[in-house]
Nanobody, 127 residues
Framework: QVELVESGGGSVQAGGSLRLSCEAS????????MGWFRQAPGKEREWKER?????????????YYADSVKGRFTLSQDMAKNAVYLQMNSLKVEDTGMYYC???????????????WGQGTQVTVSS
């Protein structure tokens, strides 16, 4: 079973940057996709409110981004560590939320396709 651990969240002013990390451990013999989702404050209990941010298939293909973050966020990977990194630049107040890393058999922007989730890391952007 794959386990995901996120890190790197924090508080920053609008226009600033943060870098999130997500490392996968456990039975990672087969490749899979890793994605990032975020959930706005007050909507933590609603899975359907998890907004897709970006995703990539480990070891192959280019990352995909939601329109709201395209040009500002960059998703990279380290195959040796089974890790992905989300570099977030030009952060906006509306980027605030809990950010979750998740694993799926293939790249998708649908949270229902992801079967393993990390515990989340908080990102707060102030004006």
């Amino acid at each position: 079973q794959v386990e995901l651990v996120e890190s790197g969240g924090g508080s920053v002013q609008a226009g600033g940057s943060l870098r999130l990390s997500c490392e996968a451990s456990g039975h990672t013999a087969t490749s899979f996709a890793m994605g990032w989702f975020r959930q706005a404050p007050g909507k933590e209990r609603e899975w359907k409110e998890r907004q897709w941010v970006a995703a990539v298939y480990l070891g192959g293909g280019s990352p995909y981004y939601a329109d709201s973050v395209k040009g500002r966020f960059t998703l990279s990977q380290d195959m040796a560590k089974n890790a992905v990194y989300l570099q977030m630049n030009s952060l906006k107040v509306e980027d605030t939320g809990m950010y979750y890393c998740a694993a799926a058999p293939f790249v998708s922007n649908d949270y229902k396709e992801y079967n393993t989730w990390g515990q989340g890391t908080q990102v707060t952007v102030s004006s």
